[in-house]
């Protein structure tokens, strides 16, 4: 599996940004897909998960009700909306796959990794 993310950029703080992960391989719609983020000098954290229908999300409470995660299983893409960007959401924002299919916040539950966007957010 490779993953391919794209979309990300320079957004003013309150602004919006759409970042999208591309899957290869024909299996995509049974996997589990998440985003992560890692600030500069901080660890990775969790950001959103989807399971493998889009039934099921789940969020890290520092981005409830401002960021939506989704998925289209025809093209083989996982999206992560960004509304009301703050400074603090500044961070290269990476996808991961996971063969379980299910949500999950641990990183170790994902077994394929993207290179990950880098989204600034200014102030």
């Known amino acids: 599996v490779q993953l391919q993310a794209s979309g990300g950029g320079l957004v003013q703080a309150g602004g919006s940004l759409r970042v999208s992960c591309a899957a290869s391989?024909?299996?995509?719609?049974?996997?589990?897909m998440a985003w992560f983020r890692q600030a500069p000098g901080k660890e990775r954290e969790f950001v959103a998960t989807i399971n493998w229908s889009g039934s099921y999300t789940y969020y890290a409470d520092s981005v409830k009700g401002r960021f939506t995660i989704s998925r289209d299983n025809a093209k083989n893409t996982v999206y992560l909306q960004m509304n009301s960007l703050k400074p603090e959401d500044t961070a290269v924002y990476s996808c991961?796959?996971?063969?379980?299919?299910?949500?999950?916040?641990?990183?170790?539950?994902?077994?394929?990794w993207g290179q990950g966007t880098q989204v600034t957010v200014s102030s």
């Open positions: 391989g024909r299996t995509f719609s049974s996997y589990g």
């Open positions: 991961a796959a996971s063969l379980e299919g299910g949500i999950y916040s641990s990183a170790l539950r994902y077994s394929y």
